[in-house]
């Protein structure tokens, strides 16, 4: 990861190098960030490498928060429209309704990336897809973040007879749900696993949430084997449940890398979980926005990502936390 942030850098120089040759300065580029919500740690570690990024670089931002609210990130956006801030950015809480925020975007001829979130219709259209307007997808492949957690999955699961799980989703309207779900039953059937998904619920991506949904499954079928998370919060959430159950089911999470997340695998109450890394997606958004912004002639419509560890009790220093 170093040696991709020493990259990072030497772009953004790169880009700053072509722009003192035009008709403004760095010090005059203003960006835009709406987040999800900074009440979720992994929002919050996005816009802080968005914004270290743009201050290393010497450019202004302004982050929004829309509270998890659609109307308010619609609003939001409208906002920084009305500021004509040189580039706009933002994590999609409605997939779908996002692209009428890119369409908006782009005819105002201000440049649009969406972070951790694909625009459109996932069950339409493949996460690599990028729609045509917007200038990047900058995110987790979270097909491929569903498959690394299946293929942890498939190699906990009992043999001899066919075995229950139950999914703890991630909050209603976020592309994510269907992506880490479609890669995690990939991973499954491609290693011929004998399975049945017994449940699946949304949560709020919180641990008291997780927690519960959790308890609600394993009063209801207490001989679950296994319980997929979307994303580390509600899985610990989750192994406060299954311990206070006496369950034995096993815990594979996505979306990790959290310091508690990490710290609940080291201390067995998470089996296994997908590193993530959300401030350096902060980062690359930057990068991408802010080349945008400053070059016109970007090329549009393209898919910006890192690779994916599995991570368990042994390896967790190759996943440092950043939330």
């Known amino acids: 990861m170093r040696n991709l942030v020493k990259c990072l850098k030497f772009g953004v120089a790169a880009s700053i190098l072509v722009l003192a040759a035009g008709k403004t300065s760095a010090q005059e580029i203003t960006l835009g960030y709406v987040v999800g919500t900074l ?4 929002n919050v570690a996005t816009a802080k490498g968005f914004e270290d990024a743009a201050k290393e670089a010497g450019v202004q931002t302004v982050v929004l928060d829309p509270q998890g609210s659609v109307e308010k990130q619609t609003n939001a956006i409208d906002q920084l ?13 409605d997939s779908i309704l996002a692209q009428t925020y ?8 201000i440049p649009a990336i969406s972070i951790a979130g694909q625009v459109g219709d996932p069950t339409k259209v493949d996460l690599r897809d990028v729609y045509r307007r917007l200038v990047a997808l900058v995110s987790t492949d979270d097909v491929r973040a569903g498959e690394v957690a299946g293929e942890l999955a498939a190699t906990m699961l009992p043999s001899g007879r066919k075995a229950k799980i139950a999914v703890v989703e991630g909050a209603p309207g976020y592309a994510v749900l269907e992506l880490r779900s479609q890669g995690f039953r990939n991973a499954l059937d491609a290693a011929a696993a004998n399975y049945e998904i017994v449940a699946s619920e949304p949560t709020d991506w919180t641990p008291e949430k997780g927690e519960e949904v959790c308890k609600n499954f394993l009063a209801t079928t207490s001989d679950i084997d296994l319980i997929f998370s979307q994303a580390d919060d509600m899985a610990i959430g989750c192994a406060r449940a299954i311990n206070a159950a006496h369950s034995s089911a096993k815990l594979v999470a996505t979306g990790g890398g959290s310091k508690l997340g990490n710290d609940a695998i080291a201390a067995g109450d998470i089996d296994a ?15 991408e926005l802010f080349k945008a912004a400053t070059k016109k002639d970007t090329l549009k419509a393209r898919f910006v990502t890192y690779d994916l560890t599995p991570i368990t009790k042994d390896n967790l220093a190759e996943c440092p936390p950043e939330w």
């Open 273 to 287: 979980s997908v590193c993530t890394q959300p401030a350096f997606l902060g980062r690359l958004m930057f990068q």
């Open 81 to 93: 429209l009305a500021q004509r801030v040189d580039g706009i950015a933002f994590l999609p809480l």
């Open 39 to 42: 009440a979720n740690q992994y």
């Open 102 to 109: 890119v369409d908006k975007i782009d005819n105002a001829g």
